[in-house]
Nanobody, 124 residues
Framework: QVQLVESGGGLVQPGGSLRLSCAAS????????MGWYRQAPGKQRELVADISNRDTTTYADSGKGRFTISRDNAKNTVYLQMNSLKPEDTAVYRCNADLLGYESGPISQRKDYWGQGTQVTVSS
């Protein structure tokens, strides 16, 4: 019953900003890393940014200098601050978590979980 829920998407003008949030809930023991992916129409899903439990961050070239990923371990939440948004940033953004959790009873598994996605549209 581990679940990821994203929020913060919307419509913004070029040059604007958005902050995306993703909260993981359920019987979670350890989160090894969380990240953001996006997929635009006609394109493959691509990594935007991720952050490990050692605070190592990775950014795609497209977002370097504009996007910042951060996490709140106490809340099992990851954030993506997006500044200076461009029309080419338009996509569905999905949260990903690499975690060890309990689906039922005493059985735990480490695997990737995905949120449902939040739409980001950058247009004038």
């Amino acid at each position: 019953q581990v679940q990821l829920v994203e929020s913060g998407g919307g419509l913004v003008q070029p040059g604007g900003s958005l902050r995306l949030s993703c909260a993981a809930s359920g019987r979670i023991f350890t989160i090894y890393g969380m990240g953001w992916y996006r997929q635009a129409p006609g394109k493959q899903r691509e990594l935007v940014a991720d952050i490990s439990n050692r605070d190592t961050t990775t950014y795609a070239d497209s977002g370097k200098g504009r996007f910042t990923i951060s996490r709140d371990n106490a809340k099992n939440t990851v954030y993506l601050q997006m500044n200076s948004l461009k029309p080419e940033d338009t996509a569905v953004y999905r949260c990903n978590a690499d975690l060890l959790g309990y689906e039922s009873g005493p059985i735990s598994q480490r695997k990737d979980y995905w949120g449902q996605g939040t739409q980001v549209t950058v247009s004038s």
